[in-house]
């Protein structure tokens, strides 16, 4: 059973352009949480979603940062237009119930916008 | 207001010594409490949890975590270090209250160890 993989692993990103990230959650998981890190900060919540459903979005920028999950395929963080301060970890969790006790995390995408 | 403090940005220990690392919280209910720990470059790994019952709770690697709820806290604890424990740690808790079972997290704390 692989874990949770998230591609790409760097990216790297003008400003203006637009970045997707890619989750796949561990088999048989249907919750997806992403996370971003700053530089020598934890973690900030930033969404949750259910297959098909966006569940809280409360962490999220309200412009130019969108979250899916759709029912084939991995969930995708998209940001548009990007700018330097979106340079950063972006983590995803993925968990088998929502109750979320043990989430399993992938390696994270490392923006850097420049 | 959930919340969660490690007051160490770093600790250092002597390979062999015992280490702790500190973590306090803060929610309304009662909490589930997490540690994770990163390393160089990587995702995060659970290495434990605390969701009832005995206070004191064993994990991965040798780990082990005392939830006190009287002083709030979840400290992270090892016998004896090890140079491969030096990494991040991350404290996390959710309140059993919150419908969305959002994690708030640590700052994180780096832990080194020294030959």
């Known amino acids: 059973n692989a874990g949770v993989m998230q591609n790409p692993r760097h990216l790297v990103r003008r400003r203006g352009q637009e970045a997707r990230l890619r989750c796949s959650p561990m088999k048989g998981h249907s919750h997806v949480y992403w996370y971003r890190q700053l530089p020598e900060e934890g973690l900030k919540f930033m969404v949750y979603?259910?297959?098909?459903?966006?569940?809280?979005e409360s962490g999220m920028p309200k412009e130019r940062f969108s979250a899916e999950f759709p029912k084939e395929g991995p969930s995708i963080l998209r940001i548009q237009q990007v700018v330097r301060g979106d340079s950063a970890a972006y983590f995803c969790?993925?968990?088998?119930?929502?109750?979320?006790?043990?989430?399993?995390f992938g390696q994270g995408t490392r923006l850097t916008v420049v | 207001a959930q919340s969660v403090a490690q007051p160490e940005d770093q600790v250092n220990v002597a390979e062999g010594n015992p280490l702790t690392v500190k973590c306090t919280y803060s929610v309304s209910g009662n909490p589930y409490l997490f540690w994770y720990v990163q390393y160089p470059n990587r995702g995060l790994q659970f290495l434990l949890k605390?969701?009832?019952?005995d206070n004191l709770v064993k994990g991965s690697y040798g780990f082990e975590a005392e939830f006190n709820k009287s002083q709030t806290s979840f400290h992270l604890k090892k016998p004896s270090a090890l140079v491969s424990d030096s990494a991040l740690y991350f404290c996390a808790v959710r309140d059993w209250e919150d419908s969305n079972y959002q994690l708030i997290w640590g700052a994180g704390t780096k832990l080194i160890i020294k030959p």
């Open positions: 969790a993925s968990s088998p119930t929502r109750e979320n006790t043990e989430a399993f």
């Open positions: 979603l259910q297959k098909e459903n966006i569940i809280d």
């Open positions: 605390y969701i009832t019952g």
